[in-house]
């Protein structure tokens, strides 16, 4: 079955941490994005990728990284310069960067800082 | 930066009615999409709508679109308890598809 996977699905990070959340697809999809999730709030957009060795910052990309090495994986590092990074993480993919096509997303990490 | 806002934040109706939910958005778009969320999980991609379409059917979803007053709204017919779940819009208010998300309706359907 074709699709995007994301890991951990519950994540703990202890204060001055770094962390590392996966997301893989095996859709094909060219574009990927990553977005994060408060209670009762919408999506923002933390950082995108349109093609391989490629990603821009969206909204809130202060405390995050990412790579994109492989057109399959898109990893995405919380650092502990983010000083408020207990959210939802949501990691989505689209077939063409620009085309009028939905997102496809993975199931998410809770993220929780202990 | 938040692009579009639904209305209202809350739904909760009976199994059979209908909900409708609103999004409104500030700039110019190329297309305009809609997603359901079930607590705890990803996004599910149901629905696009293209800037110059202004009505779009799939199923027991009917969504318009109105660019001359920035909204739009998903109409969901005959509601079923399993369509529970929280409801976004999402734009591309830059015109290149990096799509920005409401704060979304939250939809009760009682059985």
């Known amino acids: 079955d074709g699709g995007i996977t994301q890991s951990p699905k519950y994540l703990f990070r202890k204060e001055g941490q770094n962390v590392t959340l996966s997301c893989e697809q095996n859709?094909?999809?060219?574009?990927m994005y990553w977005y994060r999730q408060d209670p009762g709030q919408g999506l923002r957009l933390i950082y995108y990728s349109q093609i391989v060795n490629d990603f821009q910052k969206g909204d809130i990309a202060e405390g995050y990284s990412v790579s994109r090495e492989k057109k399959e994986s898109f990893p995405l590092t919380v650092t502990s310069a983010q000083k408020n990074p207990t959210a939802f993480y949501l990691c989505?993919?689209?077939?063409?960067?620009?085309?009028?096509?939905?997102?496809?997303f993975g199931s998410g990490t809770r993220l929780t800082v202990v | 930066s938040q692009q579009g806002e639904e209305d209202p934040q809350a739904l909760s109706i009976q199994e059979g009615e209908n909900a409708t939910m609103n999004c409104s958005y500030k700039?110019?778009?190329?297309?305009l999409q809609w997603y359901r969320q079930n607590s705890g999980r990803g996004l599910v991609h149901l629905i696009l709508?293209?800037?110059?379409?202004r009505e779009k059917h799939s199923g027991r979803l009917r969504v318009t679109l109105d660019t001359s007053k920035k909204s739009s709204s998903l109409l969901i017919t005959a509601s079923r308890a399993a369509d529970t779940a929280s409801y976004f819009c999402a734009t591309d208010p830059y015109n290149n598809n990096d799509m920005r998300f409401g704060a979304g309706t939250r939809l009760t359907v009682k059985p």
């Open positions: 989505a993919s689209q077939p063409i960067y620009g085309d009028n096509y939905g997102y496809t």
């Open positions: 700039t110019s778009i190329n297309n």
């Open positions: 859709l094909n999809h060219d574009a």
């Open positions: 709508i293209r800037s110059n379409e």
